[in-house]
């Protein structure tokens, strides 16, 4: 028994006979006929020195040998195929994928894109909502736009300003609470998103920041903050928005926010890329319109009172 590796072909055909249990659909998913694939896997068996299938009437099942090499040829195939994706994306310098929370990207994301694209018609652009954690070493992602504290070890993290909540309302139910008092007789809408926030910058925080001990009663929750918002322009009440989330809404007076107090918390948004990849020209480019995005709209809130949640 030799104790050469195999050749990768013989591996190859392997490695797909033991996924499918079939040497037919095996042959297939390489594109060879079932002849050609038989014959691969029976010289890595002479190789080996013994038989990693056995053959019965309609089917194969895994030997002992074959068993002990399955997952291994199974992690070994999908390892070269992670280096060699992530060996092309090292010479493409026009594809950019984003990955970002799907409430940034219905609120704040996808409204603005279109001066990104304007601005960069070489970089094709693909934006994944999502808030599943990624490996941007293995996964076909570029940059990671994740809100939170941060555990961003061996990753260029930049964040992005101060993240605040204040209420919103549409204009009609503002004619209704027209005051801090007043809200404490509206139908009030939560956020559950931000339930992880430490200290908590809910609706008790907030009224604590106009100067009321006020726990508030049964509302509408919702799991996601983009749907809050979406509810609070509807009408259905009046939510705590996070910045970003209700920047549009604002603008477009579609809600107010009135009140001019807001509740900080410590939690930001963070731009992550790999520290190998932050100088390629599509990353470096989608960075600085990112942060310059948000500078565009700072000034707006320069009125208003930011009360850190931690001193409540």
């Given at each position: 028994?030799?104790?050469?590796?195999?050749?990768?072909?013989?591996l190859?055909?392997?490695?797909?006979?033991?996924?499918?249990?079939?040497?037919?659909?095996?042959?297939?998913?390489?594109?060879?006929?079932p002849a050609a694939l038989s014959f691969q896997i029976k010289s890595l068996e002479e190789h080996l020195g013994a038989p990693l299938f056995r053959r019965l009437n309609?089917?194969?099942?895994?030997?002992?040998?074959?068993?002990?090499?399955?997952?291994?040829?199974?992690?070994?195939?999908?390892?070269?195929?992670?280096?060699?994706?992530?060996?092309?994306?090292?010479?493409d310098t026009t594809s950019l994928t984003v990955t970002a929370g799907p409430a940034l990207t219905a609120k704040w994301l996808a409204p603005r894109l279109y001066e990104f694209a304007r601005s960069h018609p070489e970089i094709?652009?693909?934006?994944?909502?999502?808030?599943?954690?990624v490996d941007l070493?293995?996964?076909s992602v570029d940059v990671a736009i994740r809100f939170g504290y941060g555990d961003d070890e061996g990753l260029v993290s930049q964040e992005a300003r101060a993240e605040w909540l204040t209420p919103v309302m549409t204009p009609e139910l503002f004619a209704q609470y027209p005051t801090p008092d007043s809200l404490r007789n509206a139908p009030l809408?939560?956020?559950?998103?931000?339930?992880?926030?430490?200290?908590?910058c809910d609706w008790p925080t907030w009224f604590r920041a106009v100067g009321w001990e006020f726990t508030p009663g049964p509302g509408t929750h919702f799991s996601n903050a983009d749907h809050a918002i979406d509810a609070a322009c509807a009408g259905l009440g009046v939510a705590l928005g996070r910045r970003p989330?209700?920047?549009?809404?604002?603008?477009?007076?579609?809600?107010?926010?009135?009140?001019?107090?807001?509740?900080?918390?410590?939690a930001r948004f963070r731009f992550l890329c790999l520290p190998s990849t932050k100088d390629r020209p599509q990353i470096k480019a989608?960075?600085?319109?990112?942060?310059?995005?948000?500078e565009k709209t700072a000034h707006m809130w320069d009125d208003f009172d930011i009360i850190p949640a931690k001193d409540l």
């Amino acid at each position: 028994m030799s104790s050469n590796l195999p050749p990768l072909t013989a591996l190859r055909a392997f490695d797909a006979a033991a996924r499918h249990m079939s040497f037919a659909k095996a042959a297939d998913e390489l594109n060879v006929t079932p002849a050609a694939l038989s014959f691969q896997i029976k010289s890595l068996e002479e190789h080996l020195g013994a038989p990693l299938f056995r053959r019965l009437n309609r089917a194969v099942e895994l030997t002992e040998a074959g068993t002990a090499l399955a997952p291994g040829a199974d992690e070994g195939f999908r390892a070269l195929a992670a280096a060699w994706q992530q060996a092309r994306r090292v010479l493409d310098t026009t594809s950019l994928t984003v990955t970002a929370g799907p409430a940034l990207t219905a609120k704040w994301l996808a409204p603005r894109l279109y001066e990104f694209a304007r601005s960069h018609p070489e970089i094709d652009l693909r934006l994944s909502a999502g808030l599943r954690r990624v490996d941007l070493r293995r996964d076909s992602v570029d940059v990671a736009i994740r809100f939170g504290y941060g555990d961003d070890e061996g990753l260029v993290s930049q964040e992005a300003r101060a993240e605040w909540l204040t209420p919103v309302m549409t204009p009609e139910l503002f004619a209704q609470y027209p005051t801090p008092d007043s809200l404490r007789n509206a139908p009030l809408i939560y956020d559950d998103s931000i339930s992880f926030l430490t200290p908590p910058c809910d609706w008790p925080t907030w009224f604590r920041a106009v100067g009321w001990e006020f726990t508030p009663g049964p509302g509408t929750h919702f799991s996601n903050a983009d749907h809050a918002i979406d509810a609070a322009c509807a009408g259905l009440g009046v939510a705590l928005g996070r910045r970003p989330m209700i920047i549009k809404d604002v603008q477009e007076g579609r809600l107010v926010a009135p009140f001019k107090v807001a509740i900080e918390t410590d939690a930001r948004f963070r731009f992550l890329c790999l520290p190998s990849t932050k100088d390629r020209p599509q990353i470096k480019a989608f960075r600085e319109w990112f942060f310059a995005e948000i500078e565009k709209t700072a000034h707006m809130w320069d009125d208003f009172d930011i009360i850190p949640a931690k001193d409540l």
